[in-house]
């Protein structure tokens, strides 16, 4: 193994997380992210408004490893083992040099914890009718929560990030529009389970997934990655391109690992893929196309480690390890394990 | 994955501008000056923004973005979810007050706004994806006499295609660049994103006050949440985006910004004001909006400041009953009234309605026509009648 586990890795970070956004934020810190107070805030409204609910998220989501161990940040880690791996110039971990790039990091945890926030809500025509399994929170509270998040990660990177000059803009840029991309990809999504529309092959239910949240997630993990290691160009397209399909077939394989097991996994899993029917007309939620998430994530895991190669034997030993990590096997063996 | 984005250029279709669709009554509280400089704009300005809508909502701009990987099944879905909710509140709206206005600073500059068509299309493409996400924290049924998004295509669906479309200026800004530069177009992202979220903060407190179940609050909080909701997809917002591509310099962009602040903040405290008593005194279709759905204004705060306990108490029992009643409503805005609110909220709105043409003044890197059409601009924001 290339130093340290993910799950290090994720716990270095949730310490960065809290210092970047403490868990009672004070008028410092509002004048740091926001403005200095032109009449004054009302401190105690932003903590139970924002910050309180964005924690609760924060400490009741994580990705379950197996059905047991809880790995929160998985997305901010997988980032902080490729920085290491890429960056560092020998085997010692030099957990600052990349823990220096927290800005970066916050924000893809906060992209998905925003996502996370509005899974379990329904699609109703009203806010009485939307509120899902949402009990804490007054739904107008939730989504502001929500859209604040996403909104703070854009911003934090064009205001903090660690880079500098032409590569800080460029991923700035590229994660506002990820924004744009993963808003379109979940309106179609959601639309589209409403009414139940069909995907032609596998190869559409594909390009569906790469508009979901983690190949887009796991693209941007991967250009911090390159930019902090700078990376020359094409080596950066391999490894964003090989970020996306890590991120596709993630995905699958906790369709197949967790379905329906939406405590487990932190995520209502039957939710986007009613609307996913292939050919044939049997629906995924039903269980029988099974054998579709896992030979499009078994292609996707292929493509990924194909292009992790390509930067080099670094790169691909994490990608590896994510894999074993996360137990994202998307071997019959793991089907059958979890079928029985 | 495109590596590299190819700049395309937004082409407005003149023939589809815009004076059929919408009232123009208003522009008789408009100067002859000003309401000539919108009208001269209004047709770009409209075509400008439907084009560049029609343009992003199209399957093969997906293509483009997403390196071919589109679903051919999302093409039964796109317009009818992706684009015509949101199509809908564009031309339901009909004023493009906020494109006109980045067409104004852009012109005081001698910068051709017709060579920068995304920077006049976002701005108004921003307020109106703001505008259907203030329906689904305000559960709007309706929005300009239509129904409200939430109310065509749910709830998620909604939100999600609102902030898609909100972030949607970060995509047209790298690829519809037009003649603004690489550096332009970064500080545009920059402030914009930035916007973005401070907005957030800002209607935090507007949605959490109400939630929380007291009203002792002080006025500067209410003043404050102002400063980062309302006045930024309003004025602050389009006064930055056209002052940053009309290439002003950073310490202009920051003067543009405290207009738009400062306007922002005025028209806030009036169109409070107006939602409980409007200047002709009638209480149309829907009245007092605001106490139905128990917000926690500037006029509220300085009641339960002001008024007696009891008086105070029965206000607050309104305000949390949520509802339509006119006898209810009338006596909430008695109360209101009766112990000096309106006339104190009237003196704080006059006080930024002051600080907003000091402001205009002070701009004097500014040809004398343009600083005398921003001062008209601000008199019809804060002199409209409802």
């Known amino acids: 193994m290339h130093g340290q586990s993910l799950t290090t890795w994720a716990a270095r970070f949730g310490q960065r997380f809290e210092q970047r956004i403490p868990r009672r934020i004070d008028e410092a810190w509002l004048t740091r992210f926001v403005d200095a107070p032109r009449f004054g805030w009302d401190m105690a409204g932003l903590q139970v408004g924002f910050i309180d609910p964005l924690y609760r998220f924060v400490d ?21 083992k490729l920085i290491d791996a890429l960056s560092s110039r020998d085997e010692a971990v030099d957990a600052e040099a990349v823990l220096r790039f927290d800005a970066e990091l916050t924000a ?24 899902g399994a949402e009990r804490q929170l007054a739904l107008p509270v939730l989504i502001t929560v929500a859209y604040s998040a996403r909104q703070l990660a854009a911003s934090m ?32 999504d959601l639309a589209g389970g409403e009414r139940i529309l069909e995907h032609g092959d596998e190869q559409a239910l594909e390009d569906h997934l790469r508009w979901y949240l983690s190949p887009l997630d796991f693209e941007i993990a991967c250009e911090l990655a390159a930019a902090a290691a700078d990376l020359p160009a094409d080596a950066a397209q391999a490894l964003i391109g090989a970020g996306a399909d890590l991120g596709i077939a993630w995905q699958c394989a906790r369709r197949v690992q967790f379905r329906g097991d939406s ?17 044939g007309g049997t629906s995924l939620c039903e269980g029988a196309p099974r054998e579709a998430w896992l030979s499009i994530g078994a292609r ?14 670094r790169a691909e030993e994490v990608f590896e390890e994510f894999f074993t990590e996360t137990r994202t096997d998307l071997s019959a063996r793991i089907d059958m394990e979890v079928s029985a | 994955m495109s590596a590299v984005i ?7 279709n003149q023939d589809t501008a815009a004076r059929d669709t919408f009232s123009d009554s208003f522009l008789t509280d408009m100067s002859p000056e000003l309401s000539t400089a919108y009208l001269e704009t209004l047709g770009f300005c409209k075509s400008t923004v439907l084009a560049t809508v029609e343009q992003i909502g199209s399957l093969s701009f997906l293509r483009e973005v997403r390196g071919g990987h589109v679903p051919q099944e999302w093409e039964s879905l796109l317009d009818d979810v992706w684009v015509r909710p949101f199509r809908s509140y564009l031309e339901r709206s009909g004023k493009m007050l906020r494109p006109f206005l980045v067409c104004l600073c852009m012109k005081a500059y001698g910068r051709d706004p017709e060579r920068s068509p995304v920077a006049v299309a976002l701005a108004e493409m921003i307020h109106s994806a703001s505008l259907l996400l203030d329906d689904i924290v305000d559960d709007s049924e309706l929005r300009r006499g239509g129904p409200s998004g939430h109310t065509q295509v749910g709830i998620r669906v909604s939100g ?5 479309w909100l972030n949607a200026g970060f995509e047209m800004l790298q690829r519809m660049p037009g003649a603004l530069s690489e550096d332009e177009v970064a500080r545009l992202m920059r402030e914009i994103s930035w916007e973005h979220w401070v907005t957030g903060i800002g209607t935090t407190i507007d949605v959490v006050w109400p939630t929380l179940g007291h009203f002792d609050h002080a006025p500067h909080e209410y003043l404050q949440s102002v400063v980062h909701r309302s006045t930024s997809y309003t004025y602050r917002l389009p006064l930055k985006i056209g002052a940053i591509a009309a290439g002003a310099s950073e310490e202009e962009c920051a003067k543009f910004a405290a207009l738009g602040e400062e306007l922002g903040i005025s028209f806030q405290l009036i169109d409070d004001i107006l939602n409980l008593k409007p200047a002709d005194g009638h209480w149309g279709k829907t009245v007092a909006e605001d106490i139905t759905e128990g917000k926690i204004t500037l006029l509220v705060l300085l009641a339960m400041q002001r008024a007696r306990p009891e008086a105070a108490q029965r206000l607050a029992y309104i305000l949390q009953a949520r509802t339509r009643d006119r006898e209810l409503l009338s006596e909430a805005v008695s109360i209101m009234d009766s112990c000096g609110a309106f006339e104190a909220a009237r003196r704080i709105a006059h006080e930024h309605v002051e600080r907003t043409h000091r402001i205009v003044e002070e701009m004097h890197f500014l040809p004398d026509r343009y600083r005398r059409l921003l001062a008209d601009f601000v008199n019809y924001v804060v002199n409209r009648s409802r």
Request: with cysteine.
């Open chain 1, 60 to 80: 009741a989501h994580g990705t379950t490893v197996g059905g047991q161990a809880c790995l929160r940040h998985v997305r901010p880690a997988f980032a902080c």
């Open chain 1, 108 to 131: 893809l945890e906060l992209h998905a914890l925003s996502s996370m926030m509005l899974d379990h809500l329904d699609n109703g025509r009203n806010l009485a009718t939307s509120q």
């Open chain 1, 157 to 188: 990177l064009w205001r903090e990030s660690a880079l500098v000059g032409k590569r800080a803009r460029a991923l700035a840029q590229r994660f506002s529009r990820l924004l744009f991309l993963q808003g379109i990809g979940h309106t179609l």
């Open chain 1, 263 to 279: 405590q487990a996994s932190g995520q209502r899993l039957d939710q986007p893929v009613r609307w996913s029917r292939l050919a």
């Open chain 1, 300 to 313: 996707a895991k292929e493509r990924a480690l194909a292009g992790a190669r390509k930067v080099g034997p």
């Open chain 2, 6 to 12: 190819t700049p395309i250029a937004i082409t407005p």
């Open chain 2, 160 to 164: 999600t295609l609102a902030s898609a």
